[in-house]
């Protein structure tokens, strides 16, 4: 009888899990990844970096990041409506609690907000999830180990200064070109 009750306390646990897992972004990142309508790159950092450029605080911090994954939907007459779901997929996957709202802004056709995972001084993995109902839509995941966001900031804005050469993600920008 004691067997009986710990198989049917284990089915209904297994039941609830099942019922209670929420798709995780890699998740997402895997499972659409194959899928004709979306644009999948997997970028490493060495691919962006000018090195030479940079000074030792900005390399460590570039040490820190790892990979950038970026999945995205180029807009096309005919996918508007696979746009909107994957939209809805990717807002519901968000609001987990373990994605941080760092920042959001844009206006009523385009729409960019930046997540993070971990916490203030050590973060994991960087969201940057944006649409425009012109190009389309996409997440870019930045991974790292221990992350700083201040330092993140001094590294976007050396950036900005030109000591990152972007060249290398010109194929990451074309994601989103008029290919019609």
């Known amino acids: 009888m004691k067997t009986f009750k710990f198989i049917g306390l284990a089915v209904v646990a297994v039941m609830m899990v099942s019922c209670n897992s929420n798709q995780s972004?890699?998740?997402y990142y895997v499972d659409n990844q194959g899928d004709k309508e979306f644009v999948a790159v997997d970028v490493p950092t060495s691919l962006f970096a000018?090195?030479?450029a940079l000074n030792e605080d900005q390399k460590r911090t570039l040490e820190t990041v790892k990979k950038v994954n970026v999945i995205a939907i180029p807009k096309k007459p005919e996918n508007q409506e696979k746009i909107n779901i994957e939209k809805d997929n990717i807002s519901k996957i968000l609001k987990d609690e373990k994605y941080q709202l760092?920042?959001?802004f844009g206006g009523s056709s385009t729409k960019l907000e930046v997540?993070?995972?971990g916490n203030e001084e050590a973060v994991d993995e960087i969201i940057v999830y944006g649409y425009?109902?012109?190009k389309g839509m996409g997440i870019a995941r930045v991974l790292g180990d221990?992350?700083?966001p201040s330092d993140i900031l001094n590294l976007v804005s050396s950036m900005q200064k030109g000591?990152?050469?972007m060249s290398g993600l010109k194929?990451?920008?074309g994601i989103f070109a008029d290919k019609s």
């Open 50 to 52: 000018n090195t030479e």
């Open 146 to 148: 221990n992350m700083n």
């Open 115 to 117: 997540y993070f995972t």
């Open 102 to 104: 760092l920042m959001k």
């Open 132 to 134: 425009n109902d012109e």
């Open 25 to 27: 972004l890699q998740e």
């Open 171 to 173: 194929e990451i920008t």
């Open 163 to 165: 000591d990152i050469n």
